[in-house]
């Protein structure tokens, strides 16, 4: 790849790693407070048995807050990615799987959630939105390195990784 095709591409990554950060901080973040909200959140989706469903409605939260601090600061990049991505398959399951069943509930994904009339016209924006959160995901978990992430200062570079890197570190 040309010199410049990989700097832009490391600043593409930055706006990727940045914006599904900060969705995830928000997300995980009006939701932390409200643990009960959180769990009859999932618990509407009702894919989970009750007990699981009560384990993931309490730690989804500060799972999506972690995943999103990691990424907006660049530490351990390629995981958050990689988790970020596998929380929005999981996502675009959940909300395909409501609709197919003709379930209409608020998706719980900025807080609220539950039962919700009028809510299935929602779910092609809300999985269009994942998908495109999920693309984001993965193209952050693809790149070695981003523009102005901590993993630069934190893991030293082997010598063959900086002659094939270029702008990407």
Not at 19 to 31: D, F, H, Q, R, S
Not at 116 to 136: M, N, T, V
Request: net charge positive; hydrophobic share 55%.
């Amino acid at each position: 790849m040309r010199e410049t095709g990989r700097s832009t591409l490391a600043w593409v990554g930055l706006a990727a790693r940045l914006v599904t950060g900060a969705v995830w901080i928000v997300a995980g973040g009006l939701k932390i407070t409200e643990p009960t909200a959180s769990i009859n959140a999932v618990r509407a989706y009702q894919l989970l048995p009750s007990s699981v469903a009560e384990v993931v409605g309490i730690a989804l939260p500060a799972v999506e807050v972690v995943v999103g601090l990691a990424l907006v600061l660049g530490v351990f990049t390629r995981g958050a990615a990689v988790i970020s991505a596998l929380l929005f398959v999981a996502f675009i399951v959940g909300i395909s799987s409501v609709w197919a069943r003709g379930i209409e509930i608020d998706c719980g994904c900025f807080g609220g959630g539950g039962t919700k009339a009028g809510a299935a016209s929602a779910y092609p924006w809300e999985i269009a939105r994942d998908a495109a959160l999920l693309a984001a995901s993965l193209l952050v978990a693809s790149l070695r390195r981003t523009r102005l992430a901590l993993d630069s200062l934190l893991f030293v570079h082997r010598p063959e990784e900086r002659a094939t890197e270029g702008a990407v570190s």
